[in-house]
């Protein structure tokens, strides 16, 4: 029996400490677990930012798409998607059902609190054990069917978030197949392995969706939404709302925002596209920051080969960069070092 995303997190429990979120509604000041000492690279206001070119924005229906995409991964490691075919009704009602769910009263929220080893339901983010304070941020993720976790909150009405949600996914596979498809041509074309997951079945990848929710904050420039990080998925599709706070780092321009366009989604692409490239296709650094004057919402789609897939570079011309390994392996070693896994698994000598 093949090993589910859900499985691989399982080895890497976190204290709950990790996991339960704040009740951020009834706070009127930043308490000192969630100040965060104020960078060099800015206070997180976008005017200080966005010095130098934006992330680029590809027409998907444009005839030389793939080129510009090639270009975006390899320069940036991200870019915002226009044209992509999925309806704003779609998009809209996935940001409507996430505001739903994050307006609920904290007890309610924490009937779906994510287990010491589990993967879905309501938390913070993964990532939080490896920063020295808490974001201000709760989050929900998703893998396969999210009935299980909606009825732990809505015990008699979980099934419009469950139609929902459930459509989202599906648009968004379809969306990431065909970007995958693209990306692998431009790294010499699609092997019969990766055809079996790419445009497969759901449940022989890794897919998972994640909503964000950043509260108002009383005190946004000591704060931090969602801390600097790369994805683990080949590639991520992510729905911002209207409200300003992605950054993603760029070598010689620091922290650029990527302002929210209302009929774009942004495409990241994560490590393990990073490492099947070899080191051509960036893994974007990227961050959110929060503000006083409006919430924001976000929800990302994660996608990627199955967990047991083995993956390495695909290189014929150069030595590899990366050793082989699978993907339940790179989560394991990511699961203990955030920053440091690209590094473990590189075969070039210092
Ligand atoms: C599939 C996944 C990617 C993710 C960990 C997760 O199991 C589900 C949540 C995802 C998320 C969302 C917020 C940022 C992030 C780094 C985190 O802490 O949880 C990503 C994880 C990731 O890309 O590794
Ligand atoms: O909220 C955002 O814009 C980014 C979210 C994100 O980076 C993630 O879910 O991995
Ligand atoms: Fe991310």
Redesign the pocket.
């Known amino acids: 029996m093949a090993t589910t995303l859900s499985e691989a997190y399982r080895d890497h429990p976190l204290h709950l400490h990790h996991i339960i979120p704040l009740d951020f509604s009834s706070l009127r000041t930043l308490p000192d677990s969630h100040a965060w000492p104020q960078s060099e690279d800015g206070d997180g206001d976008d005017d200080n930012h966005g010095i130098g070119s934006p992330i680029p924005i590809i027409d998907l229906m444009d005839p030389n798409a793939m080129e510009l995409i090639g270009l975006a991964c390899e320069n940036w490691g991200a870019f915002q998607l226009k044209n992509h075919g999925i309806p704003l009704s779609v998009v809209e009602e996935v940001e409507e059902e996430a505001k739903r769910l994050f307006a609920l009263p904290a007890d309610r929220k924490l009937k779906a609190l994510r287990s010491a080893t589990g993967a879905t339901g309501y938390g913070r983010a993964r990532i939080s054990p490896f920063f020295p304070k808490h974001m201000w941020h709760e989050g929900f993720t998703i893998m396969g069917s999210p009935c299980d976790d909606a009825k732990k909150i809505w015990p008699n009405d979980y099934a419009p978030f469950c139609t929902i949600m459930d459509n989202y996914q599906k648009q968004m596979k379809a969306l990431a197949d065909k970007l995958a498809h693209m990306i692998f041509n431009l790294l010499g074309g699609i092997s019969e392995e990766q055809k079996r997951w790419i445009n497969g079945s759901t449940n022989n990848l890794c897919e998972a969706v994640?909503l964000?929710f950043y509260p108002r904050c009383p005190e946004p420039n000591r704060a931090m939404?969602?801390a600097p990080?790369t994805?683990t998925s080949l590639l991520?599709i992510?729905h911002?709302s209207q409200t300003n706070?992605?950054q993603i780092f760029k070598e010689g321009a620091g922290w650029v925002p990527v302002h929210p366009h209302p009929s774009s989604l942004v495409v990241h692409t994560g490590d393990i596209l990073h490492i099947l490239s070899n080191s051509r296709f960036r893994c974007a650094l990227?961050r959110?920051m929060v503000n006083s004057a409006r919430e924001?919402y976000?929800v990302?789609y994660f996608y990627g080969p199955p967990v047991d897939h083995v993956v390495s570079p695909l290189v014929l011309d150069s030595l590899p960069r990366f050793r082989s390994l699978t993907v339940k392996e790179y989560i394991g070693i990511k699961a203990k070092n955030l920053r440091g896994a690209l590094s473990l698994i590189s075969m070039l000598k210092n």
């Open positions: 994640q964000n939404g969602l990080h994805d991520t992510l911002q706070g992605l990227h959110v924001r976000s990302a």
